[in-house]
């Protein structure tokens, strides 16, 4: 099945530094998020991004879904970014439905 | 409502018991899925309902595991004869369509299993 590696698996940074998650994906893909899961677990959508380059404030994400990679970058970090960042995907001629998350990257963010 | 909702937020259940775990979407959202996430991975694709049709059960774990929504707007995951290896946060998710949309998840149910 369609692998979904995310980097680097724990990322501690210091508040008011910048830092990349890379996504590598096995398939071709038509559906590719990010969430962020905050330390009470809930599951926030970041972009809808199956190709391209998005920004939204300090957060933006780019998809080159010719070479199988999405990143996520986030500037000038802040406490509150703290927890899990997914990138999930829905694979081409797999079930719409069945979105397929990496194994997450965990950021913390000290003050 | 304004997100999706779960009830209950935390069950805890002996071996051998039945739960019902219950998910309210966004309203108007037409597409449906419940994930299951074990203790530091990623969630798990369970199931995906679009209206009342379940389009995707391929990810439940066993016929004890039961999801239905028959009026295309609540959904109910039922498991049934609950074992250890079932505890885990079940987390419900919408859309508004039925792919190629944003996911929008509820804050899930943790389920224990003793």
């Known amino acids: 099945g369609i692998q979904v590696e995310q980097s680097p698996p724990d990322l501690i940074l210091q508040e008011g530094a910048n830092s990349t998650l890379r996504c590598n994906f096995s398939d071709s893909v038509n559906n590719l998020q990010w969430f962020h899961q905050n330390p009470w677990g809930q599951l926030i959508n970041l972009f809808y991004i199956p190709s391209g380059t998005k920004q939204n404030g300090r957060l933006s994400a780019t998809t080159v879904a010719t070479e199988r990679y999405s990143l996520l970058y986030i500037s000038s970090s802040q406490t509150t970014d703290s927890g899990v960042y997914f990138c999930a995907v829905v694979i081409i001629g797999g079930s719409q439905g069945n979105l397929i998350f990496g194994k997450g990257t965990k950021l913390s963010v000290k003050p | 409502g304004a997100g999706v909702s779960q009830s209950p937020r935390y069950k805890v259940a002996k071996r051998g018991q039945d739960v019902a775990l219950r998910c309210d979407p966004i309203?108007?959202?037409?597409?449906l899925f419940w994930y299951q996430q074990a203790l530091g991975q990623g969630p798990e694709f369970l199931t995906y309902f679009q209206n009342e049709a379940q389009l995707d059960k391929s990810g439940l774990p066993s016929d004890r595991f039961f999801a239905e929504r028959p009026e295309g707007s609540v959904s109910t995951l039922k498991i049934q004869r609950t074992q250890q290896e079932d505890s885990a946060v079940y987390l419900c998710a919408s859309s508004l369509s039925g792919f190629g949309e944003k996911l929008f998840f509820g804050s899930g149910t943790q389920l224990s299993v003793l």
């Open positions: 309203s108007g959202h037409v597409s």
